[in-house]
């Protein structure tokens, strides 16, 4: 009973008042934000997705040096040469981790 009311009130805080609902928009902007930097930066879009996850062609060697400065998912091979990646944004996520990003790739 009492980790099931646990549970509960955690359910209880996160949709009182749209909390839910707010910080999961602010998660969809920094997706958008991050979206546009990277085709900003010649990048192609693998899948277009209009939530948080945001997945990328990129080359296996930026993939390789990114790894060491950035967190990411290699998400499937797309050719030889070139994987597709998942980027993430969270309620977490602020517009300075985004541009510090762009500064990276």
């Known amino acids: 009973m009492a980790k099931g009311r646990l549970l509960g009130l955690q359910f209880d805080t996160i949709f009182t008042d749209g909390l839910y609902f707010r910080i999961a928009a602010h998660a969809d902007r920094m997706a958008a934000l991050l979206k546009g930097i990277f085709l900003e930066k010649g990048y192609k879009i693998y899948i277009d997705s209009p939530t948080n996850q945001q997945f990328f062609v990129m080359s296996r060697q930026k993939a390789k040096e990114l790894h060491g400065k950035v967190r990411f998912e290699d998400w499937?091979?797309?050719?030889?040469?070139?994987?597709?990646?998942?980027?993430?944004?969270?309620?977490?996520?602020?517009?300075?981790n985004v541009l510090a990003l762009k500064e990276i790739i």
């Open 76 to 96: 499937c091979p797309v050719d030889e040469d070139n994987i597709a990646v998942r980027f993430v944004t969270s309620w977490a996520t602020t517009e300075e």
